[in-house]
């Protein structure tokens, strides 16, 4: 699996736990310490994040750290994530199209 699949898998999770916890990404950012931008990119799959990063936010969102990390042995998360990856890809597309 692709580096950027594992970042998009880890993001989506922060992002699910974070809109369970009804919080905006502002307010985790101030919440875990991470910054606000660096969240975004999380979220977005875009940025590596480091094992200090995992830790703050997984405080934050009051789970353990190994449930944001993708569980790599379930070959479901590997047929979802092609799904989610294609829907985020075909609205980027759908956005970029309005536009113009």
Partial sequence: MALATHNQLFGNMVERYRKQLGLTKTELAAASGVSRNALAHIENGTQNTNIVQLGLLASALNVYPQDLLPDMHNPDVYAKTEE????????RSM?????L
């Fill in 95 to 99: 956005s970029s199209a309005r536009q």
């Fill in 84 to 91: 989610i990856l294609q829907a985020k890809a075909l609205l």
